[in-house]
């Protein structure tokens, strides 16, 4: 991983201060929160003086920041797997999925430090909320393209409705790096059945697409969860926590 690129800073020797940097806080957070780390620790680990950390970052949330472009590639490789691999829809999502739970894990300390981050750092939360509508965007194309064959059913805004399923992809995501011990098939075909449902308004898209001759109030029921993505997110969580009903 190489964050140096982020920034407007080429000097070789301002590349591998902000490296060291970068480098020091990755080692630090496999054993520490990011509340618990203090900017000395990190300019000691990494060689440098206070005032070298500040030209770089103003702030620990803002260093921790360059470390998403680690996340947003494993995110983006899942999604092109969701929406342009091969096979049946549901299994494409619950592989694209269960690969990106599985990188991420290898980097959870670095998901938890973003998840920190983000609450406390504005920048971060923007970088975070831009990395999502990117992601998004292929998403938001498959829907439209499968609504224009007759597939899916006409509703609400694409791009809206593909922002509310990566939602579902990071509370899965958050989940399983704060809760490891939770059911991951369990959360995986309850995310990959929200995603099918949501893009299809039924269980899957094998189904005929065109009008049926009776419609069920269950049939109604399932195309109206498509109506906001907050929603679905609401159900998600209601499904995928002990206790809890939706």
């Known amino acids: 991983m190489s964050a140096a690129s982020a920034s407007g ?23 520490t929160a990011l509340d618990d780390i203090s900017v000395a620790d990190l300019t000691e680990a990494a060689g440098i003086t206070r005032s070298a950390f500040y030209f770089y970052f103003d702030s620990k949330a803002a260093a921790v920041s360059m470390l998403l472009v680690v996340i947003n590639k494993e995110a983006g490789e899942a999604i092109d797997e969701i929406v342009t691999g091969e096979g049946d829809f549901r299994q494409r999502v619950h592989a694209g999925l269960d690969r990106l739970v599985a990188r991420v894990l290898q980097v959870e300390h670095i998901y938890r430090a973003l998840l920190t981050a983000r609450t ?42 593909a922002e509310g399923l990566i939602h579902i992809n990071e509370t899965v995501l958050e989940r399983v790096v704060y809760h490891q011990e939770a059911p991951r098939e369990q959360l995986l075909a309850t995310a990959a059945d929200m995603w099918v449902r949501t893009v299809y308004g039924r269980p899957g898209p094998e189904v005929d697409a065109g009008p049926s001759p009776t419609t069920t109030t269950a049939d109604t029921a399932d195309t109206a969860d498509t109506d906001t993505d907050s929603a679905t997110v609401t159900t998600f969580e209601s499904a995928t926590q002990p206790g809890r009903t939706s």
Do not use: C
């Open 9 to 31: 800073n080429t000097s070789p020797r301002g590349d591998k201060r902000r490296e060291a940097i970068l480098a020091a806080l990755d080692e630090r957070l496999k054993t």
């Open 120 to 161: 406390q750092h504005e920048p971060t939360r923007e970088m975070w909320d831009a990395g999502r509508r990117y992601n998004a965007e292929p998403v938001a194309d498959f829907i439209r393209a499968e609504r224009d064959a007759g597939r899916a059913p006409e509703g609400v805004d694409a791009s809206a409705l």
